[in-house]
């Protein structure tokens, strides 16, 4: 596709569900990031996938958090027992990797809303 | 203290205002600047870059980084109500994370 596509646009889930948002990136874009945007926190980074590389999980404020990539191109990130303090916009870019000088175009974002 | 700062307003302005939108940073690796627009309910944009001391123009938009301050600034001029939005600072070290400032919400009344 021309941009970054993120599904479901939007995600109502009850406390203690597990979700899982889906992201596809722009084609022939090797590198990934997952965001979150909470109200009046900004963009908090979570994880980040470049080609064939580890990724970098250092973002991901706990183990009930997990992200995948497959096959270099769809990645989902799912969260288990969701909390309340989950709900929030997660937002997914991509970049055609080897630096993010010239940015990253993001989707429009998961909005999870954890009751 | 934060990576990056930034004012959250919200910046209400009338058509044709020049606008001034400010972020501080810390860390003096950070290289990379960016300034991003994003839409209600839609992801952010890029909007400009750049990784020198400064003034950057793209028409109405010029960004200006200060290296010895650690402060770069957005201004746009003759701003008009399509330019009604949050904007987000960012800034990259040597890794390939962007560090996002909060944003600043700007509404420009007609």
């Known amino acids: 596709g021309a941009g970054v596509s993120q599904s479901p646009s939007n995600k109502v889930t009850e406390k203690g569900k597990d979700v899982e948002l889906r992201c596809d990136p722009i084609?022939?874009?090797?590198?990934l990031y997952w965001y979150r945007q909470s109200l009046g926190q900004g963009l908090e980074f979570l994880i980040y996938?470049?080609?064939?590389?580890?990724?970098?999980k250092s973002g991901l404020p706990s183990d009930r958090f997990s992200a995948e990539r497959t096959g270099g191109s769809v990645s989902t990130l799912t969260i288990q027992r969701t909390q309340q303090e989950d709900s929030a916009v997660y937002l997914c870019?991509?970049?055609?990797?080897?630096?993010?000088?010239?940015?990253?175009?993001f989707g429009s974002g998961t909005r999870l809303t954890v009751v | 203290q934060k990576e990056v700062e930034q004012d959250p307003g919200p910046l209400s302005v009338p058509e044709g205002a020049i606008v001034s939108l400010n972020c501080t940073y810390s860390?003096?690796?950070?290289?990379?600047f960016m300034w991003y627009r994003q839409y209600s309910r839609k992801g952010p944009e890029l909007l400009m870059y750049?990784?020198?001391?400064g003034n950057k123009e793209d028409g109405r938009f010029t960004a200006q980084v200060d290296k010895s301050s650690k402060y770069i600034s957005l201004f746009i001029r003759d701003s008009q109500p399509s330019d009604s939005a949050t904007y987000l600072c960012?800034?990259?070290?040597?890794?390939?994370?962007?560090?996002f400032g909060k944003g600043t919400k700007l509404t420009v009344n007609p």
């Open positions: 870019a991509s970049s055609p990797g080897g630096g993010a000088l010239y940015g990253y175009t």
């Open positions: 084609s022939g874009h090797t590198a």
């Open positions: 996938f470049q080609g064939n590389s580890a990724p970098d």
């Open positions: 860390n003096s690796a950070f290289q990379y």
């Open positions: 750049t990784y020198s001391s």
């Open positions: 960012a800034i990259k070290s040597g890794s390939e994370k962007l560090v």
